[in-house]
């Protein structure tokens, strides 16, 4: 059977059985063998009884069955893959325990005066809780817990604090340690560290781009967040900027101090000398005195200038935002450290929340267990829907799928952003009724290779990608693409995240009314990644 056909039925079934309920990896899987039997032994569909007389079935351990076993192999024992239910503990931890509340709270302090200050709270406290785990599903749950009914009761507009909390929420999968990434880079076999790099300004431009607009509707619609009634207790503006630039002169004396010690014992443990020229970062004798002179002028500050009683308030009304700064700092700083790889970097982000909830006195086996527990489901169907999506990926491509498709679409004799433009129309039609596993796995790698065929010079508006930054560009732009499809009617799974712990008397429409402002932001930072190729290459 020719590709064109066997491409023709592979969508309308998948269309069908995804409408019948079918999970999506099982579906797959199921459309992996029509494929293969379609292409290389079509007898089986019209006579089952010959089977072991053609390519497919006739020499068991061999042909197109044998490489797409090996293929799936190859996939499910990367090392890097046990990131993903690393940071997915992580996330279960951070969400049962007290953490995200008592960051929400020191936030909430230095804004409670702000016009729409709520919604900037819940907007930066997901872009921390994103650089903390890159979950989406618990930070939509966790934010509709905490900040939807705060934002309710204070009277803002229902629609942005769905907006907020639901477009605010999927940003885990713009900012590393994003999982969308970490798959991404798995399938495509791209660098992932180049990936969380890259995807450091377009994700931090988009979190500006819903602050900005925040702060923009708030101001133009006061109605829609009112300011809450004045307490007597708050400190005023002026006296409040104070506390906090004495609490942040106290977290950079400790982060400064911590630097210094670790530059020290690298010195004189022999670390840089045994690192073959390659010394770690803001770790050797020449950052020391830089380092110990940052921690004297931010002690300075904290004696002399603002004071004791003064930093002693602020680190009150701050320390909430400690055990967040800590864990990023252990994640992040642990991969551009050049301390540890991806996959050590969630384990030891995962041990620092399960250390700091103990601390806390939150540690509990009931903690750790029921986190264990949302690991194991949440990791199990994304295992599951990897099985069955990478074997039709791989069934597609072993019978052709990927040159047709490619040869389909360059045929046209579109221009290359034509091209491109089809592909991120087909993209955000496929996230409004697929999840981003299937999608990563179903259509990038037939995508891809089409990009890296394309002009380079051809791709984007403004500035030229380097030939090595293409398949790193495109990683990002899809990221950006699954961000408007946690939203996206009818199965924008944000909607159903919030829906499970919003009020009885917001409903899913009221949703999915609230998500419209989000998208326009999201569909126009996906056009600056369009228009601007080479932002991804900032910091590369």
């Not at 379609?38 to 010959?50: G, Q």
């Not at 009112?226 to 609490?247: C, I, S, V, W, Y």
């Not at 046209?412 to 299937?438: E, N, R, Y």
């Amino acid at each position: 059977m020719d590709i064109g056909t066997i491409s023709l039925i592979l969508m309308l079934a998948l269309i069908v059985l995804l409408a019948i309920g079918m999970p999506l990896g099982l579906a797959s899987a199921s459309l992996a063998v029509l494929v293969l039997v379609m292409k290389f032994e079509p007898a089986l569909l019209t006579n089952p009884f010959s089977f072991g007389d053609g390519i497919l079935t006739g020499r068991p351990g061999t042909g197109p069955l044998y490489i797409l076993a090996q293929k799936i192999y190859g996939l499910l024992t990367d090392y890097v893959l046990i990131s993903v239910p690393l940071f997915i503990f992580m996330a279960s931890l951070l969400e049962r325990s007290g953490i995200a509340k008592d960051m929400y709270s020191s936030l909430n302090v230095w804004l409670s005066r702000t016009r729409g200050g709520i919604a900037i709270v819940t907007s930066i406290m997901a872009v921390i809780m994103a650089a903390m785990s890159g979950i989406i599903g618990g930070e939509v749950v966790l934010l509709g817990l905490i900040a939807l009914p705060q934002m309710l009761r204070l009277g803002y507009s229902q629609n942005l604090a769905i907006g907020v909390i639901c477009a605010s929420g999927s940003l885990g999968t713009m900012i590393p340690p994003s999982i969308v990434l970490i798959i991404y880079g798995l399938i495509t076999e791209t660098s992932i560290k180049a990936l969380f790099t890259a995807s450091f300004i377009p994700g931090f431009m988009l979190a500006s781009m819903i602050i900005t607009y925040i702060i923009v509707r708030t101001q133009l619609h006061p109605e829609d967040a009112p300011l809450p009634e004045e307490d007597p207790n708050d400190p005023p503006r002026a006296e409040k900027r104070l506390l906090f630039m004495a609490f942040m002169s106290i977290v950079v004396a400790g982060f400064s101090t911590f630097l210094f010690l670790r530059a020290a014992f690298f010195e004189l443990s022999g670390s840089n000398a045994a690192s073959d020229g390659d010394p770690a970062r803001l770790g050797t004798a020449a950052h020391m005195p830089w380092l110990a002179g940052i921690t004297i002028v931010a002690l300075l500050l904290i004696y002399f200038v603002f004071g004791k009683e003064r930093a002693k308030i602020g680190w009150d009304m701050g320390k909430g935002l400690v055990a967040p700064m800590v864990v990023i700092g252990v994640v992040m700083g642990s991969i551009y450290g050049g301390i540890t790889g991806i996959t050590e970097a969630a384990g030891m982000g995962a041990a620092a929340v399960l250390i700091i909830a103990i601390l806390r006195g939150e540690g509990s086996f009931a903690l750790v267990w029921e986190s264990l527990m949302r690991t194991l489901r949440s990791t199990g169907t994304i295992i599951w829907v990897t099985i069955g999506a990478a074997s039709l990926a791989g069934a597609y491509t072993i019978a052709g799928g990927p040159q047709y498709v490619a040869d389909l679409i360059v045929g046209k004799d579109l221009p290359t952003m034509g091209v491109i433009l089809t592909m991120m129309l087909i993209l955000l039609f496929m996230g409004a009724f697929m999840d981003w596993v299937g999608i990563v796995l179903l259509i990038i790698p037939v995508f891809l290779p089409i990009v890296l065929r394309l002009p380079i010079e051809e791709i984007g508006f403004i500035g030229q990608l380097e030939p090595q930054h293409v398949a790193i560009w495109f990683g990002v732009v899809f990221c950006m693409n699954m961000q408007v499809s946690f939203l996206s009617p009818p199965f924008g799974p944000a909607a159903f995240y919030l829906k499970s712990v919003a009020p009885p008397h917001i409903s899913l429409t009221d949703i999915f009314r609230g998500f419209l402002p989000f998208i326009g932001i999201q569909i126009l930072a996906l056009s600056v990644l369009l228009i601007w190729p080479n932002i991804i290459s900032l910091l590369l």
